[in-house]
């Protein structure tokens, strides 16, 4: 059996843009990206803590420290100022899923990482 498990999570990151002209995505600081192992183009799930919006989209790197954008019509769940989760899922067997230990980084409100660890896998507890 397959189970979809959290690979890498952004928590609380700040939206300082949104662009609804452009095609679609949201724009993460590379370096956020390198730190939460997500990759260009990886479907990410967003959740937005104000408003309660949860969709999915892809990642695109941004060169700006700690941008956040919203673009297309992802831009049009979300407000700039709003606090979103990011998410990406993996797909792992039975036995490969208790030893799976998701990337968390955490960021203030400039979206600077304040901290950043990977979660204790589920088989040392």
Do not use: W
């Not at 928590?11 to 300082?16: E, K, L, N, Q, S």
Request: net charge negative.
């Amino acid at each position: 059996m397959m189970r979809k498990m959290l690979k890498s999570k952004i928590h609380r990151a700040r939206v300082t843009r949104c662009n609804v002209d452009y095609e679609g995505s949201i724009t993460i600081d590379r370096h956020l990206m390198q730190s939460a192992d997500i990759l260009p183009y990886e479907q990410v799930e967003v959740l937005d803590i104000n408003n309660g919006a949860r969709f999915s989209t892809y990642a695109i790197e941004g060169d700006e420290v700690g941008e956040i954008c919203l673009n297309g019509a992802a831009a049009r769940m979300v407000a700039k100022g709003d606090k979103v989760i990011i998410l990406t899922y993996c797909y792992l067997g039975d036995d490969e899923a208790p030893d799976l230990a998701p990337n968390l980084v955490y960021v203030d409100a400039q979206n600077v990482i304040v901290k950043s660890k990977q979660a204790v896998p589920s088989s040392l507890f």
